[in-house]
């Protein structure tokens, strides 16, 4: 596979569920994020790993708990969800360490529906 | 802190037809990133170009064009003789080049594109 990749691309899941979205970049890139977009908003950043170290954590509620155990996998862990964080949920990379600026290439996202 | 500024929120043009997108951004970093990404109904955001500051050339890319005009502060995108498969969903992002800002992306709000045929 190339590129960033995205698992599930569909998820419904109840608020008492516990579930885990995963992504995984083949690009051999040192930093990752997580963003969120909902309806009639603006991407949002979530978390940015770099070098598998959690750089930026923008006020996300603690019911969303990301991973990386390494520089090529990523995880967002969800438990206890509102049905208000239905989304689709973007993983990207980029080449350089957050620090520096450089393109983020997106994977094909995650479709979370929230009952 | 920046700002990125899509005033189109939809536009609808048939098929053949030249379209441009505006993209204004607002930043006080003297060294920055511009982006374009489009996103098509399947979701994924594809990335299509980078500019940074220093490099106000205009740059053409197939059907594709770029105007970058720091005067005015301006990003836009050009589509010549726009086809069904261009209709997307197409973003202009902001990235500052300092240290204390890192690889952050400030996204416009997105400009809906439909070409009909």
């Known amino acids: 596979e190339t590129g960033v990749t995205q698992t599930p691309r569909h998820l419904v899941m109840g608020m008492t569920n516990k579930k885990s979205l995963k992504c995984e970049q083949h690009l051999g890139h040192n930093a990752m994020y997580w963003y969120k977009q909902s309806a009639k908003k603006p991407l949002e950043l979530m978390f940015v790993y770099s070098l598998e170290e959690r750089v930026e954590n923008n006020s996300v509620p603690s019911r969303f708990s990301p991973e990386c155990p390494n520089s090529s996998h990523l995880f967002l862990h969800l438990h206890t969800l509102q049905p208000e964080d239905s989304a689709l949920y973007l993983c990207?990379?980029?080449?350089?360490?957050?620090?520096?600026?450089?393109?983020?290439?997106f994977g094909p996202g995650t479709r979370l529906t929230v009952l | 802190a920046q700002k990125v500024t899509q005033a189109q929120t939809e536009i609808s043009v048939v098929e053949k037809e030249d379209v441009t997108l505006d993209c204004v951004y607002e930043t006080r970093d003297t060294t920055y990133y511009l982006f374009w990404y489009k996103q098509p109904p399947s979701g994924e955001l594809v990335f299509l170009i980078r500019?940074?500051?220093?490099?106000?050339q205009n740059e053409i890319s197939g059907r594709y064009s770029w105007n970058f005009q720091k005067s005015t502060s301006s990003f836009n995108f050009t589509i010549t003789a726009s086809q069904v498969v261009d209709s997307a969903v197409y973003f202009c992002?902001?990235?500052?080049?300092?240290?204390?800002?890192?690889?952050?992306?400030?996204f416009g709000e997105g400009t809906q594109l439909t070409v009909n045929p």
């Open positions: 990207a990379s980029s080449r350089r360490t957050w620090r520096f600026a450089d393109t983020q290439y």
């Open positions: 500019r940074n500051s220093f490099d106000e």
């Open positions: 992002a902001l990235s500052g080049g300092g240290e204390t800002s890192g690889s952050r992306l400030t």
